[in-house]
């Protein structure tokens, strides 16, 4: 079955990095456009990065754009975030995602990423 496992969270202060993992499986991931998603308490889940099949193309939200990285790697289906200079607005739990597949949209259980001082 369709499966994502993320990891990489924790507790950072302000201007830290943190580094998001996310195993996929169940499905042939290197034909999958990659993502990743965040949902602070009291708010909707938000789109934060998107990354191309082969890794060449890739979106970010406008408040992450230049201290977020998305990247993956086919070999080992997963896809990271690579999280620079970290406010405490960045403070969510961090989904990936694969889009639909077989016609349903899957979630992990999510990492949890809390910057503060």
């Known amino acids: 079955q369709v499966q994502f496992v993320e990891s990489g969270g924790g507790l950072v202060q302000p201007g830290r990095s943190l580094r998001l993992s996310c195993a996929a499986s169940?499905?042939?991931?290197?034909?999958?456009?990659m993502r990743w998603y965040r949902q602070a308490p009291g708010q909707e889940r938000e789109f934060v990065a998107r990354?191309?099949?082969?890794?060449?193309?890739?979106n970010y939200t406008d408040s992450v754009k230049g201290r977020f990285t998305i990247s993956r790697d086919n070999r080992k289906a997963r896809v990271y975030l690579q999280m620079n200079n970290l406010i405490p607005e960045d403070t969510a739990v961090y989904y990936c995602?694969?889009?639909?597949?077989?016609?349903?949209?899957?979630w992990g259980q999510g990492t949890q990423v809390t910057v503060s001082s």
């Open positions: 990354i191309s099949t082969t890794g060449d193309s890739t």
């Open positions: 169940g499905f042939a991931f290197s034909s999958y456009a």
């Open positions: 995602n694969a889009g639909r597949i077989f016609g349903k949209t899957y």
